[in-house]
Structure formats: C-alpha cells, structure tokens
C-alpha cells in the first residue's frame, strides 16, 4: 500500500501563485476587487480569445448567472445534458425552472444531438420552447458543436457552454467555452487549473458581461449609497484566488501536455479486449481532463476496490442526472448511452503530478484484475 493516497485529480500548484497571493496582501486588495481578479479575467479572455469574461465564485454561481441572462424564468424548461455533474443542472431549479435531459451519443459521450432534436420538437409541440440548452464539454472531450450550433440556431434557442472540464480543449482549432451565446469554466480544486474554488463566464457579447458583474455584486446601483432596484449575488472571485488563477494560467499549456500524456500511457498499458478509450474526433483537440476506461467483461468495481486497496483513488463515471433521485421526475429523452457508460466505466488517477513510476504502478494493478 502506498503511504501517500494517490488522488484522482488533486490540485497541482506551480512557482507564482504565492507571490500573486503576496501582491494582494501587500496591496491589501484581499477583498472582491483588485489587479489580480483584472488581471485573471485578462489572462483566461486572452488563452480563450474570448472578449469578455467576469471571474466568479464557481462555476456553479457562472452557470446560474448564464442562465439568469438567458432570460430563463419560473416555469421555463431548459434543455441539459444528462450525463454530468449535477452542478450543471441545479441552477435550472435555483430559477424555478425544470431540466429537460438528453442522453449522450457514443463518439464524445456528449448530448446527442439527434436526441437534441427529438426533445426540441418534443416540447414544442407539448406547448414549451426550451429558453436555453446547456450543454456539457465532459472530461474535457469537446461535444459535437458543429451539430448543435445548427439546431440552437434552427430552432432559436440560445447555446451555453458548460466547458467546466475543458478548458483548453479545441473544436475546429477554436476553444471549447466560446462557441455559444455564453460559456462557464469552473477553476475548482479537481478542475485543470484551479483558484482552490472559483468560475468565470465568458461571451462575446459585451452587455451580457457587464450584466453578469452587475449581479454578481449584489446590484448595486452606480451610487455613492447603496442602492438596489434589483435581487443580485455575491458572486464575484476573491482577488486574493485569482492570484492563484493568474500563476495557474501560467502552468495549464504544461498541464494540458502531461494529462494527454497520462492519457497516453494509460492507452498504451492498458487498450485492448478488456479496456477501450475514448478516441480523439477529428477536428478535435482534448484536455484530457480526466482518463476515463470502459471496462469489457470485467466490473469497474472490482478494480476500484483493487485499486482501494493500494490508497489510489478511482472513481465511476458522473452517474447520468437522470438517474439521480434529485431528478427521478425531471423529463429525459434517451438512447441508454449514458446508463450504459456509467456502469462500464471508471476514471483513473490523472493528478498532473503523477509520476511514471505510479502510472506504471496503477497499470499493473488493473492489468492483474483482468
Ligand atoms: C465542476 C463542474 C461544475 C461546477 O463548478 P464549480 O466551480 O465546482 O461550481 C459544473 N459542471 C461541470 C461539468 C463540472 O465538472
């Protein structure tokens, strides 16, 4: 057994983030303001070549912004990837409105889009146009956009990109997170980059930004007093976290090569009869964010309890929202994709400061499961 538990996706600090930390204190902007949280939202905009971004607590808190800004109100429905984490869908609930799910198609493990389609025309005709369809980027695969984006712009409704888990990775050469009307990413301890918590919404729309910071610090008017016409949140990022953000942004190029490379190893140790990958779709650049495998005649979770013994961390794959007593009752428009991935898949340790030595450790305990 290994003395030090082997984490699935630990946060991995570089050289910098201390002495952006120490910048907020010496300035004493430690508060929800300062050059730091300019400074990150400048740095993501400008590796995204999005225009605009405003730093947020979460990407929980960007999402539910997103969502605001849509225009999504009570009693609206709102299309959503099935097969994900359930922050992606809780703040349809926070608006009072209801999650339609879409299952996954079998290539990115993305919502399907002729699934998409079927749930569109489906709730039209049941007398509801979906306001928004939220869709995930999981374990940092781009989902099918070109595919998507036809049938957002066909029937009218607004594309937000939940790109959480997939900063970096690229659709067509272009950044997964700036393809729709608004993105979220999630900087979150297990995410490819991490401010220890923290999110960012970006869009090309600049109104809609401006917007989003208004909300996110509590609405304030443009008064020497505090006025308020309007319910807003306390969403804003620390300064003193986008320090960390800014050295991060520093280090996610290295982080990106070395999660394709775990990826890689575990392709080359493991790919066969027993355990397949998921493939890069032409056109498509991945984090790889996370190395997930689909287990063939043999239970993921036999060899997660292997693993166990060992102190590795691995983990089934996102449990498909509705499958979750939380949306037992929510609609869902499904093929079993996801079902399917849930009960055949596991997620290997990815930490980006693995070592060979502990890849070449986990392979093996798998290799001997078989
Ligand atoms: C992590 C994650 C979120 C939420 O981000 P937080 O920063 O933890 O609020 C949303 N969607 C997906 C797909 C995620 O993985």
Same mark, same amino acid.
């Given at each position: 057994?290994?003395?030090?538990?082997?984490?699935?996706?630990?946060?991995?600090?570089?050289?910098? $983030?201390?002495?952006? %930390?120490? !910048? *907020?204190?010496? @300035?004493?902007?430690? /508060?929800?303001? =300062?050059?730091?949280?300019?400074? +990150?939202?400048?740095?993501?905009?400008?590796?995204?070549?999005?225009?605009?971004?405003?730093?947020?607590?979460?990407?929980?808190?960007?999402?539910?912004?997103?969502?605001?800004?849509?225009?999504?109100?009570?009693?609206?429905?709102?299309?959503?990837?099935?097969?994900?984490?359930?922050?992606?869908?809780?703040?349809?609930?926070?608006?009072?409105?209801?999650?339609?799910?879409?299952?996954?198609?079998?290539?990115?493990?993305?919502?399907?889009?002729?699934?998409?389609?079927?749930?569109?025309?489906?709730?039209?005709?049941?007398?509801?146009?979906?306001?928004?369809?939220?869709?995930?980027?999981?374990?940092?695969?781009?989902?099918?956009?070109?595919?998507?984006?036809?049938?957002?712009?066909?029937? $009218?409704?607004?594309? %937000?990109? !939940? *790109?959480?888990? @997939?900063?970096?990775? /690229?659709?067509? =050469?272009?950044?997964?997170?700036? +393809?729709?009307?608004?993105?979220?990413?999630?900087?979150?301890?297990?995410?490819?980059?991490?401010?220890?918590?923290?999110?960012?919404?970006?869009?090309?729309?600049?109104?809609?930004?401006?917007?989003?910071?208004?909300?996110?610090?509590?609405?304030?008017?443009?008064?020497?007093?505090?006025?308020?016409?309007?319910?807003?949140?306390?969403?804003?990022?620390?300064?003193?976290?986008?320090?960390?953000?800014?050295?991060?942004?520093?280090?996610?190029?290295?982080?990106?090569?070395?999660?394709?490379?775990?990826?890689?190893?575990?392709?080359?140790?493991?790919?066969?009869?027993?355990?397949?990958?998921?493939?890069?779709?032409?056109?498509?650049?991945?984090?790889?964010?996370?190395?997930?495998?689909?287990?063939?005649?043999?239970?993921?979770?036999?060899?997660?309890?292997?693993?166990?013994?060992?102190?590795?961390?691995?983990?089934?794959?996102?449990?498909?929202?509705?499958?979750?007593?939380?949306?037992?009752?929510?609609?869902?428009?499904?093929?079993?994709?996801?079902?399917?991935?849930?009960?055949?898949?596991?997620?290997?340790?990815?930490?980006?400061?693995?070592?060979?030595?502990?890849?070449?450790?986990?392979?093996?305990?798998?290799?001997?499961?078989?």
């Amino acid at each position: 057994m290994l003395e030090k538990r082997l984490f699935l996706s630990p946060p991995h600090i570089g050289a910098k $983030e201390l002495t952006y %930390i120490q !910048d *907020a204190f010496s @300035s004493n902007w430690i /508060t929800t303001v =300062g050059e730091n949280i300019n400074r +990150f939202e400048l740095e993501v905009c400008k590796y995204t070549s999005s225009p605009f971004g405003v730093a947020l607590s979460s990407g929980t808190a960007a999402i539910h912004l997103s969502l605001l800004l849509a225009g999504v109100q009570n009693g609206d429905e709102v299309i959503c990837s099935s097969f994900t984490f359930v922050a992606s869908a809780n703040p349809i609930v926070y608006l009072g409105a209801t999650p339609i799910f879409v299952d996954s198609e079998k290539d990115t493990w993305n919502m399907c889009p002729e699934l998409l389609e079927i749930a569109i025309k489906d709730r039209i005709k049941k007398g509801k146009k979906p306001k928004a369809i939220l869709l995930v980027h999981l374990y940092g695969r781009p989902a099918k956009l070109r595919e998507i984006i036809a049938l957002s712009k066909l029937y $009218e409704i607004p594309l %937000i990109e !939940d *790109a959480a888990e @997939s900063l970096g990775s /690229t659709y067509e =050469g272009k950044i997964t997170g700036t +393809f729709g009307l608004m993105g979220i990413y999630s900087f979150n301890g297990n995410k490819i980059i991490t401010t220890s918590s923290g999110g960012m919404l970006i869009s090309n729309n600049e109104s809609l930004i401006k917007r989003a910071t208004f909300l996110a610090t509590q609405a304030r008017e443009d008064t020497v007093h505090y006025q308020h016409k309007e319910v807003g949140f306390n969403y804003r990022m620390s300064n003193i976290l986008a320090g960390i953000g800014i050295g991060q942004m520093e280090v996610l190029r290295n982080r990106i090569s070395k999660k394709r490379e775990i990826f890689q190893f575990y392709k080359n140790k493991l790919h066969g009869s027993t355990f397949s990958f998921l493939e890069e779709q032409n056109n498509t650049f991945s984090n790889c964010w996370l190395t997930t495998i689909l287990c063939n005649g043999i239970q993921p979770e036999l060899i997660r309890l292997r693993l166990e013994e060992y102190n590795i961390e691995s983990r089934p794959l996102w449990k498909p929202l509705h499958l979750q007593p939380l949306y037992k009752d929510a609609p869902i428009y499904q093929n079993g994709t996801s079902e399917n991935l849930f009960l055949n898949g596991l997620c290997l340790p990815s930490g980006t400061s693995i070592t060979e030595e502990e890849l070449t450790n986990v392979c093996s305990i798998i290799l001997a499961c078989k």
